[in-house]
């Protein structure tokens, strides 16, 4: 049992509802002045992160595989206000000149195709994938109303599970 609460990935060790309204107030980053108040000296700082090797490397893999320029964009904006590093509104100012940044950290890498939004579904597979299954859906419609057609004016229907006859076929 123990070793279940020292478990990394134990879904119960979360905090409990209301907890931070009990809890003392500055021990959050964001609740202490952000470190950069001026937005052009937290793109900068941004820049200097997302371009190191490591990085950029990952920024690139997620590119490839398919993850929108905005939802990276919006993670590096978020990520850097729970540090303290800006308010959101400087990060909201923000969003748009990181996202800027990721697009020519792929365009730099030769990414060839990559999603500038997350309801951009140009390059989407799935979508073509759930137009293919509704097509195919349809079709299956229209052969089983048929089969079922086809079953109903069959006249020597026999056995438990055939239709009842009307009551005009009993007479005769």
């Known amino acids: 049992m123990d070793e279940f609460r020292k ?6 060790d979360a905090p409990v509802p209301g907890q931070s309204l009990t809890d003392k ?12 108040t001026d937005t052009t000296e937290a793109a900068e700082y941004i820049w200097d992160k ?11 893999a997620m590119l490839d595989a398919g993850i929108p320029v905005e939802a990276i964009g919006r ?15 400087v ?21 060839k195709k990559f999603r500038m939004s997350m309801q951009d579904l140009t390059n989407n597979k799935q979508m073509k994938d759930i137009m293919t299954v509704k097509a195919r ?11 079922q057609q086809d079953i109903k004016s069959s006249p ?10 009307p009551k005009e076929e009993e007479a005769v």
Do not use: Y
């Open 137 to 147: 859906n349809s079709e299956l419609e229209k052969a089983t109303k048929s089969l």
């Open 156 to 165: 020597d229907q026999k056995g438990l599970m055939a239709p009842p006859k």
């Open 25 to 36: 107030p500055g021990n959050s980053p964001w609740e202490h002045p952000p470190q950069f």
């Open 7 to 12: 478990s990394p990935n134990n879904p119960f």
């Open 91 to 111: 990060g909201f100012i923000l969003a748009e000149v990181v996202m800027k940044m990721i697009a020519t950290i792929g365009v730099t890498a030769g990414v």
């Open 75 to 89: 993670i590096v904006v978020f990520a850097g206000f729970t540090e303290g590093k800006w308010t959101p509104d």
């Open 50 to 60: 997302i371009t190191q090797p490591d990085f950029a490397d990952q920024v690139v």
